[in-house]
T-cell receptor
Framework: GAVVSQHPSWVICKSGTSVKIECRSL??????MFWYRQFPKQSLMLMAT?????????EQGVEKDKFLINHASLTLSTLTVTSAHPEDSSFYIC????????????FGPGTRLTVL | AQSVSQHNHHVILSEAASLELGCNYS??????LFWYVQYPGQHLQLLLK??????LVKGIKGFEAEFIKSKFSFNLRKPSVQWSDTAEYFC??????????FGAGTRLTVKP
């Protein structure tokens, strides 16, 4: 079946540094990928839509200069948290829809970011 | 815009009890609805989905959900829960941009 991977699975960084998270679709091409954030004991909130070959679209309240998204290829999207602060600590999850009759969306395992 | 709401934040059941988790959606047009489960420390897994057709949808692990258009509901059910069903359950609706809009989640604790 389709698999979406994320790397790294967890990362700890110092305040002020930048962190890059990768999301890959392993056996299908995804022109669109989605980035979600999940705070402890809360639901997933859509942050942005990553579009291959064009700019990402961000949800209201999400700073595009802080959360840089690059959809470099049909199988890879990256999320870079720039100048990270402790309040950015969260669980970041990506997903990729597999276009077709079933229109199933596959989620990555998530990346836990802890900013000290 | 499409959205879903889950009213049960935490449900505690004993093994073999029946389960029903509520989910209501807001959009009156065509909706694609999903239930996901997140076991402790694991990623989201799709339990079942509804696009059209039979409103009673059967998913994995003995779960089912019924789409009731008149009630804007898509409740998740299981006749007899097991300890291994302890997890967080999320109802979701597909947005117009093909993204997923999640409910707040319901934490299910099954006591052995």
């Amino acid at each position: 079946g389709a698999v979406v991977s994320q790397h790294p699975s967890w990362v700890i960084c110092k305040s002020g540094t930048s962190v890059k998270i990768e999301c890959r679709s392993l056996d299908f091409q995804a022109t669109t990928m989605f980035w979600y954030r999940q705070f402890p004991k809360q639901s997933l909130m859509l942050m942005a839509t990553s579009n291959e070959g064009s700019k990402a679209t961000y949800e209201q309240g999400v700073e595009k200069d802080k959360f840089l998204i690059n959809h470099a290829s049909l199988t890879l999207s990256t999320l870079t948290v720039t100048s990270a602060h402790p309040e950015d600590s969260s669980f970041y999850i990506c997903s990729a829809p597999r276009q077709g009759p079933t229109d199933t969306q596959y989620f990555g395992p998530g990346t836990r970011l802890t900013v000290l | 815009a499409q959205s879903v709401s889950q009213h049960n934040h935490h449900v505690i059941l004993s093994e073999a009890a029946s389960l029903e988790l509520g989910c209501n959606y807001s959009y009156g047009g065509t909706v694609n609805l999903f239930w996901y489960v997140q076991y402790p420390g694991q990623h989201l897994q799709l339990l079942l989905k509804y696009f059209s057709g039979d409103p009673l949808v059967k998913g994995i692990k003995g779960f089912e959900a019924e789409f009731i258009k008149s009630k804007f509901s898509f409740n998740l059910r299981k006749p007899s829960v097991q300890w291994s069903d302890t997890a967080e359950y999320f109802c979701a609706v597909k947005g117009s941009n093909n993204d997923m809009r999640f409910g707040a989640g319901t934490r299910l604790t099954v006591k052995p």
